[in-house]
């Protein structure tokens, strides 16, 4: 059995979803489950998480697996469809697709007598700057006002490229471009917030937010914790002490010889490596906690082992080491990674334990 265990906190999880609500008390809550969670796992955290309005995933397959799991809300498909079957699907299944070009429209319009019975919602995508999806001004203002005369109920959505970031000027282009487009199709519904805008940009919620980082406790902001920003670390992910050695100074550990003692140290090999999603790359000195209390990772860290600086700690065959968690914040081993908690969290592989609790 794989000594290396992920841990899943409902509790923070709910507690994160409440810090939504009392940031953006009036808009309705999706709570974005792609990518499996943000890798936590969808069908424990859509447990957790059942108190959201609707749902967000990135292609057809996540949002069957969660009508699948029984979950009723609305379920919006961020990318749309791709084929005429998908639309199908989606209507089926009573999901809700983001067009963001005419193809998609054009899918959309040969189910529309059965989207619309259905009281599902068409969500379409501006670009104002990403430019990744969506229509531009002034096309989308024909788009909006065109379903909505066909009887579409529409939701305006546009996704910030900079919302993490204090001073930067495509922020202001892009918030000019959604007003802009709101007033001209009024009314209609709007969308823009994921976390970072949710806790900068309270007046632009609107009707649907669209959390995901911040429900899974890690921080979108580089020069902000989540202890800053009042959240709860929800995955604390851990592997066992399996070997306990000393070396002496002038000795080396694990491949390239990268390390070489310059004392003589305690070492404990933890079974946990890149095969397991721990990330290989330390642009900078990497820890991890052992009993709460920082301790590096000596030498490379191979495909299912690391070694630790064990010298002066009470560790035993066994321990359990937190590789990041409530003690070592996952950002931050994200940073001494070059790249960012969203990176590590979804790319776990599957072979470490899973809990929830
Ligand atoms: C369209 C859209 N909305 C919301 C989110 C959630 O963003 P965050 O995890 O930064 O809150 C994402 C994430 O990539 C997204 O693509």
């Known amino acids: 059995m794989r000594q290396a265990t992920v841990y899943i906190d409902s509790e923070a999880l709910q507690y994160n979803l409440n810090r939504v609500k009392q940031l953006a008390p009036t808009a309705k809550i999706v709570s974005m489950v792609k990518a499996n969670a943000y890798g936590h796992g969808v069908k424990d955290c859509l447990a957790a998480l059942a108190d959201s309005d609707a749902f967000g995933v990135a292609c057809l397959e996540e949002a069957i697996e969660i009508r699948e799991q029984g979950y009723q809300q609305p379920i919006t498909l961020i990318e749309g469809i791709f084929s005429d079957d998908e639309m199908q699907a989606a209507v089926d299944n009573s999901i809700e697709v983001i067009v963001h070009q005419q193809q998609q429209l054009d899918w959309l319009r040969a189910y529309k007598d059965a989207y619309i019975a259905k009281g599902l919602k068409v969500w379409v995508k501006l670009n104002s700057g990403m430019n990744r999806l969506g229509f531009k001004v002034p096309e989308i203002i024909d788009v909006i006002n065109s379903l909505k005369a066909e009887g579409f109920t529409c939701v305006l959505a546009?996704?910030?490229?900079?919302?993490?970031?204090?001073?930067?000027?495509?922020?202001?282009?892009?918030?000019?471009?959604?007003?802009?487009?709101?007033?001209?199709?009024?009314?209609?519904?709007?969308?823009?917030?994921?976390?970072?805008?949710?806790?900068?940009?309270?007046?632009?919620?609107?009707?649907?937010?669209?959390?995901?980082?911040?429900?899974?406790g890690a921080s979108p902001f580089a020069d902000k914790s989540v202890h800053d920003l009042d959240l709860k670390p929800v995955m604390t992910f851990t592997a066992e002490v399996i070997a306990l050695n000393s070396i002496q100074a002038g000795e080396s550990v694990g491949y390239g010889s990268t390390f070489v003692a310059d004392k003589v140290m305690d070492l404990a090999i933890v079974s946990i490596g890149y095969g397991d999603g721990y990330p290989r790359a330390f642009l900078k000195q990497n820890y991890v906690a052992v009993n709460g209390q920082p301790t590096r990772v000596i030498g490379r860290v191979a495909m299912d082992m690391i070694a630790i600086d064990a010298t002066g700690l009470d560790l035993k065959l066994g321990t359990e080491v937190e590789l990041w968690g409530k003690n070592r914040l996952v950002d931050d081993v994200a940073e001494a990674n070059g790249t960012i908690g969203y990176e590590l969290l979804c790319r776990l592989s599957a072979r470490p334990l899973r809990k929830t609790k």
């Not at 922020?171 to 199709?185: H, I, M, P, T, Y």
């Not at 519904?189 to 429900?215: H, Q, T």
Request: charged content about 15%; overall charge negative; hydrophobic content about 40%.
């Open 158 to 216: 546009m996704h910030f490229a900079n919302a993490d970031a204090d001073h930067h000027p495509l922020n202001d282009q892009q918030r000019a471009q959604f007003l802009q487009v709101k007033e001209a199709c009024a009314p209609v519904m709007g969308s823009c917030c994921n976390s970072a805008a949710i806790y900068k940009w309270p007046e632009l919620n609107f009707d649907f937010v669209r959390p995901g980082i911040m429900l899974y």
